[in-house]
């Protein structure tokens, strides 16, 4: 069974560009989450789906960053104008139902210059 | 608030036994998990405790007091790739993920 892939794995970019993460789920996993890890950090929940509906977005800072997962699989993770802060690891996790467990990505560690 | 505390370092040496605790104040509580991560990777899934007890899986146990609010991890025969940091994080009233910073793991030979 194939895990949570992510792509780009790594990026670096300017202050006040734009940057888009892309992640497929395990097939078959009805939710997928998004994380944002700052180093030293435990994983902070940026916005959760089930299945193409959100669940939960209360700290994704909605002025600059978005999210969507259009079909119910893939999902995308947009930032845009990045901030110095946004330097982090960003991870994305699937399980199979709603409070399973997560299985996650490798990440994509973003550096803003 | 809420809040998970763990320490942010142990130390141990190889074959040896080890504790990483974890308490945690949350507005709900439906169980605690662990989770390793390696320098660079993504997390994995060690444990999960929903009831009072200990829950054993090969060298790891977890263990769990919700009248104490505390759990902890237990690692036995240390190994060098044990070597990761390892989070605490409790599933919430919403069935969401509520982390700790995690605690280093160093192991010495």
């Known amino acids: 069974e194939a895990g949570v892939a992510q792509s780009p794995r790594y990026k670096i970019i300017e202050k006040r560009q734009s940057v888009a993460f892309w992640c497929n789920p395990i097939?078959?996993?009805?939710?997928l989450y998004w994380y944002q890890q700052i180093l030293g950090q435990g994983p902070k929940l940026l916005i959760q789906?089930?299945?193409?509906?959100?669940?939960?977005d209360s700290q994704l800072p909605k002025d600059r960053f978005s999210a969507e997962r259009l079909k119910g699989v893939d999902s995308t993770l947009k930032i845009q104008p990045a901030k110095l802060e946004d330097s982090a690891v960003y991870l994305c996790?699937?399980?199979?139902?709603?409070?399973?467990?997560?299985?996650f990505g490798p990440g994509t560690r973003l550096t803003v210059l | 608030g809420q809040s998970l505390e763990q320490p942010s370092e142990v130390t141990a040496v190889e074959g040896a036994i080890v504790q990483i605790n974890c308490t945690y104040q949350?507005?709900?509580?439906?169980?605690l998990s662990w989770y390793q991560q390696h320098d660079g990777g993504a997390p994995t899934f060690l444990s999960y405790?929903?009831l009072d007890g200990l829950e054993e899986t090969g060298r790891f146990s977890s263990f769990l007091s919700r009248s104490d609010s505390y759990g902890y991890l237990l690692l036995q025969e240390l190994q060098m790739k044990d070597s990761a940091s390892y989070f605490c994080?409790?599933?919430?009233?919403?069935?969401?993920?509520?982390w700790g910073a995690g605690t280093k793991l160093i192991i010495k030979p």
């Open positions: 994080a409790v599933k919430d009233s919403n069935y969401q993920l509520i």
């Open positions: 996790a699937s399980s199979q139902v709603e409070g399973g467990e997560q299985f």
């Open positions: 789906f089930q299945n193409n509906g959100v669940v939960d």
């Open positions: 405790n929903a």
């Open positions: 949350t507005s709900g509580f439906y169980g």
């Open positions: 097939s078959g996993h009805a939710t």
